[in-house]
């Protein structure tokens, strides 16, 4: 699941080439399983499930060294696994959309309504940013960035990236792309020139909860299924 997450998220763009990775925490322990590198690297787009290594919250594991590596920036993972009990799945990834608007200091804003709930919910909660645009590859760098991010699910990190945080692997990846949405949509808006009203009150409160069953296990089968096409032409 770690490795389909990785493949739809590169197949979205929001990772491209070497760089992203995805977790998840190993229920009951101090471990999780993360995407590893090893001699046979294709790329995040091309994830299979033994790039998926099991390792202790500091990146100690069997095998590494020997055949595979963790990212450099694994700290961003173990550093929120400890803090944060909650957070079953952690993903790092480096949408572009998200980056110019991290860059240029582009605020998102509840522009629009039912084209896309949950990314209308992230821009009402707000959308923490850490200001170093550095490679998060110590515990004493991804600190000051977890502290940032709080107990929200999303931080954009300035001229850098993204962490997206969830119980479920499906809840965090399908959270990942609707913020990609809701910075797509933020950047198009800008490059109009024209500045977009917020949407009514009246109209936000007529939006309902659709649930986790679909707004997160329906819409990531929807990807999977997706990847399965893709993968077969």
């Not at 960035?145 to 945080?165: A, F, R, S, Y």
């Not at 692997?169 to 500045?195: D, M, P, S, Y």
């Amino acid at each position: 699941k770690v490795a389909v997450s990785c493949r739809i998220l590169a197949m979205e763009g929001l990772v491209e080439g070497l760089l992203g990775h995805v977790s998840v925490r190993i229920s009951g322990t101090n471990e999780m399983l993360i995407r590893c590198r090893s001699q046979k690297e294709q790329g995040v787009r091309y994830t299979t499930a033994d790039a998926i290594r099991r390792v202790n919250f500091d990146g100690h594991g069997p095998h590494l060294g020997e055949h595979y590596r963790v990212p450099n920036e694994l700290p961003i993972h173990g550093g929120i696994y400890k803090k944060r009990l909650e957070a079953g799945c952690v993903i790092h990834a480096h949408p572009p959309d998200a980056l110019i608007c991290g860059i240029t200091g582009l605020e998102f804003r509840p522009i629009f309504g039912a084209f896309n709930i949950p990314a209308l919910r992230m821009a009402l909660e707000g959308i923490p940013i850490f200001p170093r645009s550095c490679l998060i590859a110590r515990a004493e760098l991804a600190a000051p960035m977890i502290d940032i991010m709080g107990q929200n699910n999303i931080c954009l990190m300035k001229g850098h990236g993204i962490t997206v945080t969830g119980k479920t692997v499906e809840e965090a990846t399908v959270r990942a792309l609707n913020f990609n949405t809701l910075a797509r949509i933020t950047l198009q808006v800008a490059l109009t020139g024209r500045k977009a009203p917020d949407i009514g009150v009246e109209d936000i409160q007529e939006l309902p909860d659709l649930g986790s069953t679909f707004n997160d296990l329906w819409v990531w089968r929807c990807y999977v299924k997706k990847l399965q096409e893709e993968d077969r032409r």
